[in-house]
């Protein structure tokens, strides 16, 4: 089993920055992906940004030119970076890593969530 550990969220004011952190842990034999998704209240879950194992990125609308996504591969654990927070950004923010297990057989893992909450 694959679990992932999640830390960075918390309370900001607008304008200001945080950035969260994602570790996976457990067997598995290749990561594939690594990324974010968020779900505000009364809203869907959302693609925020993730990155590929050679360091492809794709970020939301809403995130590009604020958000920034980066791995460390050794330490299996991705980060992103957010950068001029507004209150629209609040929401729990959720981890995602997909790969294959050692059975070679794919998976997906998501973190429990850490609540990033933008207000003054």
């Given at each position: ?8 969220g ?10 969260l ?100």
């Amino acid at each position: 089993q694959v679990e992932l550990a999640e830390s960075g969220g918390g309370l900001v004011q607008p304008g200001g920055s945080l950035r969260l952190s994602c570790t996976a842990s457990g067997s598995m034999f290749s990561i594939n992906a690594m990324g974010w998704y968020r779900q505000a209240a009364g809203k869907e879950r959302e693609l925020v940004a993730r990155i590929i194992t050679y360091g492809s990125t794709e970020y939301a609308d809403s995130a590009k030119g604020r958000f920034t996504i980066s791995k460390d591969s050794a330490l299996k654990t991705v980060y992103l970076r957010m950068d001029s927070l507004t209150p629209e950004d609040t929401a729990v923010y959720y981890c995602n890593v997909v790969g294959y297990d050692t059975n070679f057989r794919s998976f997906a893992a998501w973190g429990q969530g850490t609540q990033v909450t933008v207000s003054s």
